[in-house]
């Protein structure tokens, strides 16, 4: 592991966000530290833990860089880390999950030997409650242009990509005002303009099934609704992309307006069925 302090040039920042993961952060940064691949900084970003987080980060002195901000949120989290990184490259990692040893090793090769591709990521090993689950069939990740599939669902994971220092200039950064859903919305950015590699070998541990996820907010759909809309008023599109934009815009506010209307929400359900006509 290269100090942040340390003189070799730094490859790879790679960058935990944190919140109250005393339980389990331990293993994240530790997943780092056993890399083939010793050219990074590893930055990790406490966003306001009030739990034992502090004192375990502060047992790797030099070996970690530890960022602490008031609790903002995971988006403003991986931002301040970005913002503060030195690497060439940039690696996400959430604190719940994990990465098998030639992971980075692996992505900064690929992108040596594709010096024109500014994203990539690997497959993942999905475990939820503690046990192996195969991923649907839905999940199943594509290579290249994928920005039509990822319409449907989020098909790019952070703890599995690496990409470029620069491509946060070309697209954005997260968007700090969305409670969930912020990668959904900052990959399909991404994947607008640019190729999402895979590298076809599972090299991330994708853990799930605890309460503090952000998948179990109740609101997921409106957040892609938001995260559509924002795209639609604030990026250039080919006709294609916007008639396949627009589609399922509405279908996703047709579902959360039935949402609205079964639980007494008359007035919200109108105006989200009426928002995706605006884009016709």
């Given at each position: 592991m290269i100090s942040p302090w340390?003189?070799?040039?730094?490859?790879?920042?790679?960058?935990?966000p944190t919140y109250n993961r005393g339980w389990i952060i331990s293993e994240a940064i530790e997943s780092v530290l056993a890399q083939t691949f010793d050219a990074y900084e590893l930055i990790v970003v406490d966003d306001g833990s009030n739990d034992n987080t502090a004192d375990i980060l502060y047992k790797y002195g030099r070996k970690i860089r530890i960022i602490r901000?008031?609790?903002?949120?995971?988006s403003a989290a991986r931002n301040r880390g970005i913002l503060s990184s030195t690497g060439e490259f940039i690696a996400l990692l959430d604190s719940d999950d994990l990465w098998l040893p030639k992971k980075l090793d692996r992505q900064v090769a690929f992108f040596r030997n594709n010096p024109d591709a500014m994203i990539c990521q690997t497959q993942e090993i999905w475990i939820r409650n503690g046990k192996r689950i195969n991923p649907?069939?839905?999940?199943?990740?594509?290579?290249?242009?994928?920005?039509?599939?990822?319409?449907?669902?989020?098909l790019v994971s952070p703890s599995a990509v690496m990409f470029k220092r620069d491509l946060p200039d070309m697209v954005g950064l997260f968007d700090e005002g969305l409670p969930?859903?912020?990668?959904y919305d900052l990959w399909l950015r991404v994947s607008l303009n640019?190729?999402?590699?895979?590298?076809?070998?599972?090299?991330?541990?994708?853990?799930?099934?605890h309460g503090d996820q952000?998948?179990?907010?109740?609101?997921?759909?409106?957040?892609?609704?938001?995260?559509?809309k924002k795209l639609l008023d604030h990026n250039p599109m080919t006709d294609e992309q916007k008639r396949s934009t627009v589609a399922k815009l509405m279908v996703k506010c047709?579902?959360?307006?039935?949402?609205?209307?079964?639980?007494?929400?008359?007035?919200?359900?109108?105006?989200?069925?009426?928002?995706?006509?605006?884009?016709?």
């Open positions: 340390g003189k070799k040039k730094i490859d790879v920042s790679v960058i935990i901000q008031t609790n903002q949120g995971v649907r069939k839905h999940h199943k990740k594509p290579s290249g242009m994928i920005f039509q599939p990822s319409l449907s669902l989020c969930a859903c912020e990668d640019f190729p999402v590699y895979l590298i076809d070998e599972a090299l991330t541990v994708k853990r799930g099934g952000l998948s179990q907010n109740p609101m997921l759909d409106k957040y892609r609704i938001e995260a559509l047709r579902i959360y307006a039935e949402g609205c209307k079964k639980r007494g929400r008359h007035q919200e359900a109108v105006e989200y069925m009426s928002l995706a006509g605006k884009y016709l």
